[in-house]
């Protein structure tokens, strides 16, 4: 079974930056897509980024600020965050799924089905 725990969320002030981890247990033979979505109370969860073998994709309200990579050590998928606005507010999600025949770098909630518990970002202005 695959498990996702998020860290590294807290409170920061407007313009500060917030690297968030994803620890990774589980996986079984095969590859994984990886990515980072958020949600705040009332909307929908959104995408942010996603990642797959050294290739990245990235919402355009994050792109220029927001990094994602990933330890091929231990699988820890990290979200670097700089230039923080209020609006990016949100609770932090990781998810993952085994690549299928459509391959990975989505940003849509359905194509992932492993999800882990969620860290809060608070941007303070």
């Known amino acids: 079974q695959v498990q996702l725990v998020e860290s590294g969320g807290g409170s920061v002030q407007a313009g500060g930056s917030l690297r968030l981890s994803c620890g990774v247990s589980g996986l079984t033979d095969g590859n994984y897509c990886m990515a980072w979505f958020r949600q705040v109370p009332g909307k929908e969860r959104e995408g942010v980024a996603a990642?797959?073998?050294?290739?990245?994709v990235y919402a355009d309200s994050v792109k220029e600020r927001f990094t994602v990579s990933q330890d091929n050590t231990d699988n820890t998928l990290y979200l670097q965050m700089h230039s923080l606005r209020p609006e990016d507010t949100a609770m932090y999600y990781c998810a993952s799924a085994l690549r299928g025949a459509r391959g990975c770098l989505d940003l849509y909630e359905a194509a992932y089905n492993y999800w882990g518990q969620g860290t809060q970002v608070t941007v303070l202005s």
């Open positions: 990642f797959y073998s050294g290739s990245r």
